[in-house]
């Protein structure tokens, strides 16, 4: 995750999402007094972009963090004052590339979804409970439409626009449309599980 007191903005980091590419595009511009969380480092099996990402500030903030640790970490004044963004992407798309990520497990991609899926929700809201007065983020970025939605947010924290890098491009050798991997029994599963993302966000199978 990133957090610049410097231009007043935090980056929450859910999973799958392009979040390594904007953590270390953004991590360019932080100073020193800034949060960066650390990354693994560049790895030609997996990355496109060469990269290398200096960790500042972690203290007791780390990579996928919950926007309550956060808000209890640096106070409501700064939490709610400060510009905060996040990523939202198709979960029927998320769970075949964390799938592919997270191959090594030997499921089926039926078992993985059923018994290990992914929560990015604490990304998207602070509690289920709250959710429509509390949400964590100002604006969400589209995974699809990722470039375009990035580079408004850099016009809005005063961040110069670019090409974000290419990385965690070569877990999913398939390119196969995520649709190819439901049936109607686990596509009402995952309609059902992820329903707040589908509603509040609009999206389909």
């Known amino acids: 995750m990133i957090i610049s007191h410097t231009k007043k903005f935090i980056f929450f980091k859910p999973r799958k999402v392009a979040g390594t590419s904007i953590e270390i ?13 650390r990354l693994s480092d560049f ?21 996928h963090i919950h926007p309550i640790q956060v808000l209890k970490n640096i106070g409501l004044i700064k939490y709610f004052f400060y510009y905060k963004f996040t990523v939202i992407r198709n979960p029927f ?10 191959k090594s497990r030997n499921l089926g991609f ?17 509690t289920i409970r709250h959710r429509p ?6 604006f969400y970025i589209r995974y699809e439409n990722l470039e375009e939605d990035f580079n ?4 809005i924290i005063g961040i110069p626009q670019g ?8 877990y999913r050798k398939s390119k196969n449309n995520y649709r190819s991997y439901y ?8 309609l059902k599980k992820y329903r707040y993302i589908f509603k509040d966000f609009n999206y389909k199978f």
């Open 43 to 63: 790895n030609t099996s997996f990355d496109e972009t060469n990269y290398r990402i200096e960790a500042k500030n972690e203290g007791s903030f780390f990579n």
């Open 110 to 126: 039926d078992e993985f979804v059923k018994n290990i899926g992914i929560d990015n929700s604490p990304f998207y809201y602070l």
């Open 163 to 170: 090409e974000l890098p290419r990385t965690k491009t070569k």
């Open 183 to 190: 049936d109607e029994e686990l596509k009402q599963f995952v």
């Open 152 to 155: 408004r947010v850099c016009e």
């Open 25 to 37: 595009y953004l991590s360019k511009y932080m100073e020193e007094n800034d949060v960066v969380t």
């Open 93 to 102: 798309d998320t769970l075949v590339s964390m799938f592919h990520f997270r």
């Open 133 to 138: 007065i509390m949400k964590s983020s100002n």
